[in-house]
Nanobody, 118 residues
Framework: QVQLVESGGGLVQTGGSLRLSCAAS????????MGWFRQAPGKEREFVAS????????DSADSVKGRFTISRGNAKNTVYLEMNSLKLEDTAVYYC???????????WGQGTQVTVSS
């Protein structure tokens, strides 16, 4: 089992920045591909970004490219999502996830709310 706890969400104005963190425990963190997802009210959960086990490879959704950056610190068992130039449409609950295979996530956090206001 892997336990994931997100933090860092909050209320921010358009154009602002936030940094989300996800602390993992339970298994060897570096064995897992990590991802961030989000779900806005009335919408399906969508992929935001992912990062390889070593941190050497990342992927992100077109909607956040150039604004969001995913990173990880394996020594701290933590994955981060740096969010810049936030837009109203970034408002959502953000979840981190862990998986042993690409695009197959086995463990999920409880989510952290990000609200962008004008």
């Amino acid at each position: 089992q892997v336990q994931l706890v997100e933090s860092g969400g909050g209320l921010v104005q358009t154009g602002g920045s936030l940094r989300l963190s996800c602390a993992a425990s339970g298994r060897t963190f570096s064995n897992y591909i990590m991802g961030w997802f989000r779900q806005a009210p009335g919408k399906e959960r969508e992929f935001v970004a992912s990062i390889s086990r070593s941190g050497g490879s990342t992927d992100s959704a077109d909607s956040v490219k150039g604004r969001f950056t995913i990173s990880r610190g394996n020594a701290k068992n933590t994955v981060y999502l740096e969010m810049n130039s936030l837009k109203l449409e970034d408002t959502a609950v953000y979840y981190c996830a862990a998986g042993r295979m690409a695009k197959k996530y086995d463990y999920w956090g409880q989510g952290t709310q990000v609200t962008v206001s004008s």
